[in-house]
């Protein structure tokens, strides 16, 4: 909790500094309309309240928003992909004269198109990038319209199309395992600017390797639409502490290309790290403009077959992925919810991200820079092939955007250029040595917009040797092979390359599900022949036998396969570091077969920020803040014979370990990282029917944290499941927890059944479902014989029913 406050109070800090910018988030008096229209007139012309004749019918909704907030992880239909509008009326009153009134959207896919009044003002392509529309001169035509002047009040209406519709020259591939969002799915600023402002401004710092020394470049942008030839620029450098370092004033020369601003020497600057994130601020002004900057001294090296080397010293990269992704919103996350994702992964010690498969919001980078992650972010090439002109400028111009709009961030140190490109599919030729030529002109130009940072790639072993830094694909004890095996194949892969970095590891797990013999699936799996993941692995059909296909899926066995590769990586002097795939469940249209449809669950927390099991995993190696959690908070129920040993694992970062069970000591365990599994913090325990409670206590230092579960052990065998019984199990502020159980047709509890089930709904009451987790879906394979769902009451009467193929449908009346 403290370091959660800590962290957000940081972040509170950060977000007062940057937010001086005159801007406007637009986020309420919108209208939204799931479809195309007829025209640019449907969407302008004055509406009358009650008149049956204006259709088509749109809803209020507030940005951010997604077409796709729910229809992603719908388990009957296909995600919609097609046109959508939006519209509001704003009142504009520019403060400047002879100032410009500009829309700044920080993301929007994945084709926008915006119209003031019926004049279309600018489109763009792309869904990741950020991109701004000058609708100054569109504003000021309008107001010239008298007859429609009036019926607006004086408000300027404007229209905004997107389009996600699938199209083989837009990048990501529709192939791609994750959806292609529809809407204004990130902020959208209203911006005043003077006739002359900055659009850009490039502070580039660099130190030495022991922070003795610094220095700061500044470059700007001008947007001077009035074509000004000269302006005063002013520059001032101030320390982490918010003390003023350094102010110069200087007349420049406005050019297209952009102007150097001058340098910034400083001695012995405070250094920027995972540890201590020292931020400077760099203020620039021009004339009536003024535009703050976060910056970073910091030094990295990645050493050629070793590891990463950050001011001088070895950090070993411990990393997660991100997907712009959540619960109830799709692709249309908060602020909040951005901020509450970020610091949950700090809090489990993550000092290092890859943010798959496309630039992110500004928010995530901002936050990266503050709570002191280390970033690799891409563009979207991702998957398909390589397609023609069209496709290759969307690729160059993304490439390019992504690099200057997050060129100040200190925590990127990466610019990937590609993920899975040897994945053909999306069109009829694919040609290796094409694919090689472009990869090497997009490295080209990485190398030419940023000459401090790194390159990079997964998966594409025939353009490895163009990038500084490669990351095969190593699916050890998930597509391929078993997880013992990932240290050896680790090893083999960093010797082919100059700087290796494994990105992507891991397996799914269904939430809630538990195994008392995880490992068992895994006995007719081949070793020996690598751990990559190929072409048809993810399916849950056909082929070798692997743990993707044959294993449980349950949180018991990625609980072991993360726990031995965590204990591995500290013992790889080598390695520069990896990142798990990924921190939260995120929806893919191309997995509709998983137990939760359409959802890759391979994360450690789910989809609406609850912690898995795993999620402590990780906490036990990679935090400091002493930690203790016992396995199985989500396992109500353990199964086994009267009297039978069973293993009850603690995960801890903590020296040692007491564990009591029904109160009495199973005696005192020390924790040992190279002691499989969890770090030696494991006891055999004999037990009986009924119910066991159990607490554990550890200590580092003189620091004492506790733990403690309850659950049920079951000795009763069962058979196959023959009913389905479903009961209230929680009632709270107008939602009503539901749970199903499988029985034999003694009634006895089938804790191994994976039945799929289907939960309706008919009366007052609405199902909480399509969230893409465990306990949120209304069609669901079940855990341990068991599901979940909520329902809000509404204050009313609502009859729930609950359906299992083979038995008869059960109902509830609440």
């Given amino acids: 909790m403290k370091l959660r406050l800590v962290f957000s109070l940081m972040i509170l800090l950060f977000t007062e500094i940057i937010s001086a910018q005159q801007a406007t988030r637009l986020n309420s008096n919108w209208q939204f309309l799931k479809q195309d229209i007829g025209g640019i007139w449907e969407a302008v012309r004055p509406v009358k309240a009650g008149n049956p004749e204006d259709v088509p019918l749109w809803t209020n909704v507030s940005l951010p928003h997604c077409v796709n907030a729910t229809d992603a992880v719908d388990p009957d239909v296909n995600y919609y992909q097609g046109p959508a509008w939006y519209r509001t009326q704003l009142t504009i009153q520019n403060p400047y004269t002879n ?38 001169d569109a504003v000021e035509a ?23 519709s699938r199209d083989l020259e837009l990048i990501p591939s529709d192939l791609s395992d994750f959806n292609l969002y529809g809407g204004i799915y990130r902020y959208l600023n209203l911006v005043y600017v003077p006739a002359v ?70 001695t012995k600057p405070m250094l920027w790290s995972t540890d201590q994130p020292q931020l400077y601020s760099i203020e620039v002004t021009a004339g009536e403009y003024k535009q703050t900057e976060k910056i970073g001294f910091r030094h990295f090296e990645f050493v050629e077959k070793g590891p990463f080397m950050l001011n001088g010293k070895r950090l070993l990269l411990r990393g997660t992925h991100r997907h712009e992704d959540h619960a109830g919103v799709g692709g249309a996350m908060t602020e909040e919810q951005m901020r509450t994702e970020m610091i ?16 992110q919001s500004r928010i995530i980078l901002n936050l990266c820079d503050s709570l002191g992650i280390v970033v690799w972010e891409e563009i979207p090439w991702c998957r398909g092939g390589l397609g023609g002109n069209v496709y290759k400028e969307q690729a160059r111009r993304m490439l390019t955007n992504m690099i200057e709009q997050h060129y100040n961030h200190a925590s990127v140190i990466i610019w990937g250029l590609g993920n899975e490109n040897d994945w053909p599919g999306d069109f009829p030729e694919f040609d290796k040595e094409k694919i090689r030529t472009f990869m090497k002109e997009l490295n080209d130009l990485s190398h030419k917009l940023d000459p401090s940072r790194k390159t990079a790639i997964r998966r594409c072993d025939f353009c490895k040797d163009i990038v500084d830094v490669y990351s095969p694909s190593i699916w050890a004890g998930w597509y391929r092979g078993i997880y013992t095996e990932y240290k050896q194949v680790s090893e083999e892969e960093m010797k082919k390359v100059k700087h290796f970095l494994h990105v992507e590891w891991g397996g799914d797990s269904h939430a809630g599900r538990h195994s008392e013999n995880p490992d068992n699936g895994l006995r007719n799996i081949k070793t020996g022949g690598g751990a990559d993941e190929r072409a048809g692995d993810a399916s849950l059909i056909g082929g070798a036998a692997r743990a993707s296909k044959d294993g449980d899926w349950s949180e018991s066995y990625i609980c072991n396969l993360i726990d031995w590769h965590l204990k591995e990586q500290e013992t790889m002097p080598w390695l520069t570091g990896t990142a798990q795939w990924p921190f939260k469940d995120f929806s893919t249209p191309v997995r509709p077969d998983n137990p939760v449809p359409y959802m890759n669950q391979k994360g450690v927390v789910e989809r609406d920020f609850t912690k898995k099991e795993s999620y402590y995993v990780f906490q036990s190696y990679w935090t400091a803040q002493p930690m203790v959690h016992i396995y199985g908070h989500s396992w109500p129920v353990r199964w086994g014979n009267e009297g039978e040993e069973k293993m009850i694992k603690v995960y801890s970062n903590c020296d040692e370990a007491e564990l009591f069970v029904n109160g009495k000591s199973m005696g005192i365990k020390k924790r040992n990282s190279q002691d499989f599994p969890a770090a030696g913090l494991r006891w055999n325990v004999v037990l009986n029917k009924g119910n066991i409670d159990v607490k554990v206590i550890a200590k580092k230092g003189k620091i004492i944290v506790e733990d403690a579960i309850r659950f049920r052990y079951q000795t009763e065998k069962w058979s196959k499941p023959a009913k389905l019984l479903i009961e209230k199990v929680k009632e709270e502020n107008g939602i009503i927890t539901l749970e199903a159980k499988l029985l034999d047709d003694k009634n006895v509890q089938c804790l191994d059944a994976t039945n799929w089930i289907r939960f309706g709904l008919t009366g007052d009451g609405e199902l909480i479902d399509n969230q893409g987790t465990s306990s949120g879906s209304n069609y669901v394979q079940m855990y341990n014989g068991r599901a979940v769902i909520s329902l809000k009451t509404n204050n009313g009467k609502s009859a729930v029913s609950a359906k299992v193929v083979g038995m008869p449908t059960v109902f509830i009346n609440l």
Wanted: a positive charge; glycine letters at 8%; hydrophobic letters at 35%.
């Fill in 142 to 164: 309008f107001k010239k319209i008298d007859t429609f002047q009036n019926q607006f009040k004086g408000k300027i209406p404007v229209s905004i199309r997107t389009d996600n």
């Fill in 344 to 359: 949950m992964m700090k809090e489990m010690g993550v000092n290092f991200i890859r943010l798959g498969h496309y630039q």
């Fill in 197 to 266: 402002s900055i659009d850009k401004v490039f502070a580039f710092a660099e130190t030495d390797k022991m922070g003795k020394t610094g220095k700061v470049n500044i470059r700007t942008r001008f947007y001077n639409p009035a074509k000004q030839t000269t302006t005063a620029v002013t520059v001032k450098l101030f320390d982490p502490k918010g003390k003023l370092v350094h102010e110069f004033t200087k007349n420049v020369t406005i050019a297209n290309d952009g102007v150097v601003i001058g340098d910034i020497n400083v």
């Fill in 99 to 136: 100032g410009r009134t500009l829309l700044h959207f920080e993301g929007a896919g994945q084709k926008t198109d915006v119209y003031v009044y019926d004049k279309k003002v600018a489109s763009h392509i792309g869904g990741y990038d950020e991109f701004t529309i000058d609708i100054t």
